[in-house]
């Protein structure tokens, strides 16, 4: 790569990836690593800078995350937002303290001072605080340059040192002119160039995949969706033969689903994918099975079954591709540092601890919206791109409770009904993710004055830019009226339809 990347230490804000979101937006690359890392790790990596990120823990805390002194004496440009300000101004011998008025929300930050950091930005501005300490003393060697009515320090800079740190999130798309104070810390004080477009990310990574992979075999597990398609796309340009999608028929794919899939794949992707009809595999293996979790872990293990009968056939494979993206990691495994595991993705966290297989998961860093450009330039159709983001273990996870043939077929047929509903509508687009879930519970209804006792189908609606954060897309009631009136008159079985109205967080996308 052409120039030097910058790596964000991270010390558990929910905001993380947003930082490497708008590094990424204005032309830099850049990994977020775990707030321990070795310094000779980020040594061996050789930024061009460092940005510490947020954090829901104290400085002055007994076990408060704290990354090696030395990271002070690499003499690159840092930049500490909220929590990684005060371990800035912690470890610059200032003062932290616990603020008596704890600032959540938008304030006003006024610019008090000539700053480097600041430049270009209005002299009075929102932005957007998250954060119960403060810092109430500096060393000379730095200037405050910016304040807001509960912070009186809330940016501060060192122009010989090159160590700056704000209070407030610049990362947040509330903060007025925040990505023109990431933009001045990249370009202007830390004079990296722009190294990062979907360009780049195709060449660097198909080159990272020949050199890794040369001769050798790979089986990529296509889900349907846009993300393993898409690397699909990359890896046949990479590797060509020695890629075998495989498309495996769960039979919790959606109605039709495999048909129509296989076909595009063939015919208009050129993919010369191996279709595996394994339904009643999964159906047997899920038998009696409620939790979540298990049905993830069963799920992901019988994929890597199945698609070792393919090695059977094609001979020795070494490396298994998948699509996982960045929020699928976070979620999942606590591998980049001190967040919390909210849902084991089969992507990640589903996978037998133990597969012969070596992984390879190029899309790892990425949100949804870098891989549709991605898929955009490798000249992936708009209506591929497009389309909604659908979970590894399918319908499983939209049946709460145990999996019945019965209940998919079911499930299926509301679905369909919903996606024809927001096609005619026209409102496909407008939402990020639609899907219908089949509840175990059964309710009174009455049809031809005839009483009924069925299940309830809950549709969930929802708009997100990565599936890390949602809410409840606000459908018109002409369109939920059609919705709810055509599947309790079309699906036998369900005589009642209701609208999820949660947000995520606190709520999660899907059910399970
Ligand atoms: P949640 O439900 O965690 O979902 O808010 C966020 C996004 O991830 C998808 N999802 C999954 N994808 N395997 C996947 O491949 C999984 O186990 C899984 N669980 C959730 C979900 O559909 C949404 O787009």
């Known amino acids: ?71 002070m004496d690499l003499g690159l440009p840092i930049l500490g937002i909220c929590y990684g300000l005060q371990l800035l101004a912690h470890f610059s011998g200032m003062k932290v303290e616990s603020a008596r008025e704890r600032e959540y929300g938008l304030a006003n930050l006024e610019v008090v001072a000539k700053s480097e950091l600041l430049k270009g930005v209005g002299q009075s501005g929102r932005v957007w605080m998250s954060h119960g300490d403060k810092i109430t003393q500096f060393p000379e060697d730095f200037s405050v340059t910016g304040k807001t009515e509960n912070s009186e320090i809330a940016v501060i800079e060192s122009s010989a040192r090159k160590i700056y740190g704000i209070q407030f999130h610049a990362e947040v798309v509330h903060t007025e002119d925040g990505s023109k104070i990431i933009s001045n810390f990249l370009f202007d004080i830390s004079g990296l160039v722009k190294n990062w477009n979907m360009g780049n990310f195709i060449s660097s990574s198909m080159k990272w995949i020949k050199e890794t992979i040369g001769d050798k075999k790979v089986i990529l597990g296509l889900s349907g969706g846009v993300d ?61 099975v409620s939790s979540p979790e298990e049905k993830r872990k069963i799920i992901g293990k019988t994929f890597i079954d199945i698609f070792s009968t393919v090695e059977d056939k094609i001979g020795k494979v070494e490396y298994f591709a998948q699509g996982t993206l960045y929020p699928d990691v976070i979620e999942s495994v606590s591998v980049k540092g001190p967040s919390a595991t909210i849902k084991s993705h089969h992507n990640v966290g589903g996978l037998p601890e133990k597969m ?157």
């Open 1 to 71: 790569m052409i120039g030097k990347s910058v790596l964000i230490l991270d010390f558990g804000s929910q905001y993380t990836q947003l930082i490497a979101r708008r590094v990424r937006e204005l032309g830099v690359y850049c990994e977020i690593l775990p707030y321990n890392i070795e310094v000779t790790e980020i040594q061996k990596r050789d930024p061009g800078a460092l940005i510490l990120s947020g954090g829901p823990s104290s400085v002055y805390e007994a076990g408060a995350p704290k990354p090696s002194h030395e990271i």
């Open 228 to 288: 393993s398609t898409v690397l699909a796309l990359l890896l046949k340009k990479a590797i060509g033969e020695n890629l075998t999608p495989v498309f495996v028929d769960t039979g919790l794919l959606r109605k039709n689903e495999f048909i129509t899939l296989m076909e595009r794949f063939r015919s208009e992707l050129g993919l010369d994918v191996t279709g595996i009809d394994a339904g009643e595999i999964f159906l047997n293996k899920l038998k009696g």
């Open 356 to 512: 012969n297989w070596k992984l390879i998961e190029p899309f790892r860093e990425l949100f949804k919206d870098e891989v549709r450009d991605i898929g955009r330039e490798l000249g992936l159709d708009e209506k591929f791109i497009m389309r909604h983001p659908f979970p590894g273990p399918g319908l499983a996870i939209r049946i709460i409770g145990d999996i019945t043939q019965e209940k998919i077929v079911k499930l299926q047929e509301a679905d369909a009904i919903l996606k024809e509903e927001l096609d005619s509508f026209d409102l496909y687009n407008s939402v990020w993710q639609s899907f219908v879930v089949l509840l175990p519970v059964k309710t009174v209804g009455v049809m031809g004055d005839i009483r009924t006792y069925e299940n309830v189908a809950v549709i969930r609606l929802v708009e997100s830019v990565d599936g890390m954060t949602a809410d409840w897309f606000p459908a018109p009631p002409d369109f939920l009226t059609k919705v709810s009136n055509r599947i309790v008159n079309e699906v036998k079985g369900i005589n009642r339809v209701t609208y999820d109205l949660t947000s995520k967080p606190p709520g999660t996308i899907e059910w399970e």
